[in-house]
């Protein structure tokens, strides 16, 4: 059983930066593949960005590459999103799932065990 907490979010103005947090309880948390992925009204959930279990893979969402970095601190049990360059259409829920059934180029939301409750990233142009 893994619990996710997500927080960093908040109000940014355009070009600037935030950094995400997912704070995980559970011991095995090391062997999870840990995703972001954000929901913005109206829309479907989409994955952002991901980790492998190691580190040593990440995927990144063609809208996001270049401007957004994942990493994880298996020490602190917390995977980051690193966010620059912020855009309006960033805007949106932000939210980190795990799953040790996946690899780190999963994008389907329904594959991912874990969730947490979300971060709220507002963006102003």
């Known amino acids: 059983q893994v619990q996710l907490v997500e927080s960093g979010g908040g109000l940014v103005q355009a070009g600037g930066s935030l950094r995400l947090s997912c704070a995980a309880s559970?011991?095995?948390?090391?062997?999870?593949?840990t995703g972001w992925f954000r929901q913005a009204p109206g829309k479907e959930r989409e994955v952002v960005a991901a980790?492998?279990?190691?580190?040593?893979?990440?995927y990144y969402a063609d809208f996001v590459k270049g401007r957004f970095t994942i990493s994880r601190d298996d020490s602190k049990n917390t995977v980051y999103l690193q966010m620059n360059s912020l855009k309006a259409e960033d805007a949106a829920v932000y939210y980190c799932?795990?799953?040790?059934?996946?690899?780190?180029?999963?994008?389907?939301?329904?594959?991912?065990?874990?969730w947490g409750q979300g971060t709220q990233v507002t963006v102003s142009s």
């Open positions: 559970g011991r095995t948390f090391s062997s999870y593949v």
């Open positions: 980790i492998s279990w190691s580190g040593s893979a990440t």
């Open positions: 799932a795990a799953s040790r059934a996946v690899v780190a180029g999963t994008r389907s939301p329904c594959a991912y065990e874990y």
